[in-house]
């Protein structure tokens, strides 16, 4: 019978323990979800990256994700020139696509830009600092690149698309873009593309994701006179 009573306490206490440490680990998860919330507020989405997703994304302490937002969030609007690509088959394609397209021959300028393929690149997300130790650590430069094609008109067509290059502190994934809006009187395209940016934050025992939506708005003129300032973009 003491057997049985030393069992049965045995299996309570274990039982007492795991449910502690269940209230315990449950608790530490909502004052992570509280600390990423007293920075962003009520806007994107939480939740606990699993693990595939932390070896796809770069992972921040609380006070690096604090630094690294408040940069992310920041308005900004670059200006940039745009360079040919020639012997691209991805113009040459596009530009087949849109042949059926409504002419604009009435506007054509001579000041156009050759038709073709073009590449434009923005230092888009500079660099964030964090003292650690008393010393400043330099982290999180990205280099924002955008691909797009035009037709003899000036008209960007066909889907132009943006990429992130350098050292890291968010994972970027393409949503969707708008249509083309084009200003044939003064050759200038614009559009918008929208993207989900995702990142880690690595709180104790728990990483969590927070991701929101982007939306980067582009102008792209396509007169000659305007090559230094081919492109703008702005996110606000």
Same mark, same amino acid.
């Given at each position: 019978?003491?057997?049985?009573?030393?069992?049965?306490?045995?299996?309570?206490?274990?039982?007492?323990?795991?449910?502690?440490?269940?209230?315990?680990? %449950?608790?530490?998860?909502?004052? #992570?979800?509280?600390?990423?919330?007293?920075? &962003?507020?009520?806007?994107?989405?939480? +939740?606990?990256?699993?693990?595939?997703?932390?070896?796809? &994304?770069?992972?921040?302490?609380?006070?690096?994700?604090?630094?690294?937002?408040?940069?992310?969030?920041?308005?900004?609007?670059?200006?940039?020139?745009?360079?040919?690509?020639?012997?691209?088959?991805? @113009?040459?394609?596009?530009?087949?696509?849109?042949?059926?397209?409504?002419?604009?021959?009435?506007?054509?300028?001579?000041?156009?830009?050759?038709?073709?393929?073009?590449?434009?690149?923005?230092?888009?997300?500079?660099?964030?600092?964090?003292?650690?130790?008393?010393?400043?650590?330099?982290?999180? +430069?990205?280099?924002?690149?955008?691909?797009?094609?035009?037709?003899?008109?000036?008209?960007?067509?066909?889907?132009?698309?943006? #990429?992130?290059?350098?050292?890291?502190?968010?994972?970027?994934?393409?949503?969707? #873009?708008?249509?083309?809006?084009?200003?044939? @009187?003064? *050759?200038?395209? *614009?559009? %918008?593309?929208?993207?989900?940016?995702?990142?880690?934050?690595?709180?104790?025992?728990? *990483?969590?994701?927070? %991701?929101?939506?982007?939306?980067?708005?582009?102008? &792209?003129?396509?007169?000659?006179?305007?090559?230094?300032? @081919?492109?703008? &973009?702005?996110?606000?």
């Amino acid at each position: 019978m003491k057997k049985v009573s030393t069992f049965v306490l045995s299996i309570c206490i274990l039982l007492f323990l795991s449910s502690c440490k269940k209230e315990s680990s %449950t608790n530490k998860k909502d004052d #992570s979800i509280t600390m990423v919330r007293d920075i &962003v507020g009520e806007s994107g989405r939480l +939740f606990t990256l699993d693990e595939q997703n932390i070896d796809n &994304v770069p992972l921040l302490s609380i006070n690096e994700f604090k630094l690294a937002y408040k940069e992310f969030k920041r308005p900004k609007k670059f200006s940039g020139i745009a360079e040919l690509k020639q012997n691209d088959n991805t @113009a040459i394609n596009s530009l087949k696509k849109t042949s059926s397209t409504k002419a604009f021959d009435e506007y054509e300028e001579d000041g156009t830009r050759p038709a073709g393929y073009y590449h434009a690149s923005f230092p888009f997300y500079v660099s964030y600092y964090t003292s650690v130790n008393d010393n400043v650590l330099q982290q999180g +430069f990205y280099t924002m690149h955008l691909d797009f094609n035009t037709d003899k008109y000036g008209r960007v067509t066909g889907n132009p698309t943006i #990429s992130f290059t350098g050292i890291g502190f968010f994972s970027w994934t393409y949503v969707n #873009s708008s249509q083309i809006n084009f200003n044939s @009187a003064n *050759t200038t395209s *614009t559009f %918008t593309i929208t993207g989900t940016n995702l990142f880690g934050i690595q709180l104790g025992g728990f *990483t969590l994701g927070w %991701t929101s939506r982007s939306n980067y708005y582009f102008t &792209v003129n396509m007169d000659s006179d305007f090559e230094k300032e @081919a492109v703008k &973009v702005e996110q606000n």
